[in-house]
C-alpha cells in the first residue's frame, strides 16, 4: 500500500469527479460515531466506500458506515461524509485529514462536521448539542507536518477564528428555531482510544474545554489550510470520567447519537436551507 502524498490526493479527487457529476458543491458534512446524517430534499447520485476511494490501510471501526454519499439537487452538490479516520484506529494525520482535503479539492467552501464527545462542563447532559467555539489540539499530532504544510499557503495558517463565526450564530439560531438550545464551547481533542481518567478531565476543565472527544482537530486544521470555512457540531453521549458514576462504553457513545438523531437531522437541514437561500439570492 502507498502512502498518501498531496499528488496522490489530487488524483484521487480527478478520479471521483470524472466518475461522480458532483454539481456545485455547496458543502461538506461528515458525520461522526453512532450519527446518521439525512438532507431531506435531496436526491442520492452516488455511494461509494471510502475502501473504493482512499488507497490506504482501512481500519474498519463498528459503529461508522464509511463510505461517502453525494447527493444532489439541481446544480448543486452535497457531500457527505458517513464516518471519518481516527488516529485511534492507526491513521495517519494525513489519512485522518483526507477526508477534509478531498472535499476541498471537490470544491466545498465549507467544511460541517459533527462529532461525539465527552462533556466536560457538568452543566450538559447526555444528548446536548455543543456548537464548536475552539479547540485544543491534544494529539500530538498536527495534519500539517511535512510536505502537506508546502501544499497550499500559508504554510503557517492562523487559527484565530478556526470555527466560524457566522456559521456559528446560524447553528444556535437553528437550534431555537427547531426547539433546542445548544451552546458553544472548546472542543478538548486527544488521541484516544482509552477514556480519559478523572484526574485528566480535571485537567482539560482547566485548560478551558467544553467537551472531549478524540477527533476532529486534525480535520479543522486541514480544512482551514485548504481555507474551507467550518463549522462543528458536538453530540454529548456522556458526561467524562469522574463526572458520573457510569462507567464510560462505546455502546453508550452509539446510542445517544441514534436518540439525537433527528435534532441534529432538524438542525443540518436548517443550515442546509440557509445556504442554499445565500447562493439563490
Ligand atoms: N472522551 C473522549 N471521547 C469521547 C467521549 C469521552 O468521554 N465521549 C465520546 N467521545
Keep these: 500500500m502507498e502512502t498518501l502524498t498531496p499528488g496522490r490526493l489530487e488524483e484521487i479527487a480527478a ?3 470524472a466518475h461522480h457529476d458532483t454539481g456545485r458543491v455547496i458543502a461538506a458534512l461528515v458525520a461522526g460515531s453512532g450519527i446518521t446524517l439525512a438532507v431531506p430534499g435531496w436526491t442520492e447520485a452516488a455511494e461509494v466506500s471510502y475502501q473504493a476511494i482512499f488507497p ?7 459503529g461508522h458506515t464509511p463510505s461517502l ?3 444532489r439537487k439541481g446544480p448543486l452538490g452535497l457531500l457527505v461524509f458517513n464516518g471519518r479516520f481516527h488516529l485511534y484506529q492507526g491513521y495517519s494525520a494525513a489519512e485522518v485529514a483526507a477526508i477534509p482535503r478531498l472535499a476541498g479539492l471537490l470544491g466545498a467552501p465549507l467544511y460541517v462536521l459533527t462529532n461525539a464527545a465527552g462533556a466536560l462542563d457538568p452543566s450538559l447532559r447526555p444528548g446536548d448539542l455543543v456548537v464548536i467555539e475552539d479547540h485544543l489540539n ?7 507536518v511535512g510536505e502537506w504544510a508546502l501544499w497550499r499557503q500559508p504554510r503557517f495558517p492562523d487559527m484565530t477564528k478556526a470555527y466560524d463565526p457566522t456559521l456559528r450564530r446560524w447553528a444556535l ?4 428555531e427547531a426547539g433546542f438550545t445548544a451552546q458553544q464551547g472548546v472542543y478538548a481533542g486527544v488521541l484516544g482510544p482509552s477514556f480519559e481518567t478523572p484526574a485528566e478531565v480535571r485537567m482539560l476543565r482547566a485548560l478551558g474545554g467544553t467537551v472531549v472527544g478524540m477527533s476532529t482537530v486534525q480535520e479543522v486544521i486541514a480544512a482551514r489550510h485548504m481555507g474551507m470555512r467550518v463549522l462543528g457540531l ?4 456522556n458526561l467524562a470520567a469522574g463526572l458520573s458514576d457510569t462507567q464510560l462504553t462505546h455502546e453508550e ?3 445517544v447519537g441514534a436518540i439525537a438523531r433527528p435534532r441534529l437531522a432538524a438542525l443540518l437541514r436548517q443550515l442546509v436551507a440557509r445556504l442554499e437561500e445565500e447562493i439563490n439570492h
Design 15 to 17: 478520479v471521483f469527479a
Design 56 to 62: 490506504f490501510p482501512h481500519h474498519p471501526l463498528a
Design 69 to 71: 454519499t453525494l447527493l
Design 138 to 144: 491534544l494529539q500530538g499530532v498536527n495534519a500539517l
Design 173 to 176: 439560531a437553528g437550534a431555537r
Design 234 to 237: 458536538s453530540l454529548v453521549t
Design 253 to 255: 457513545v452509539m446510542e
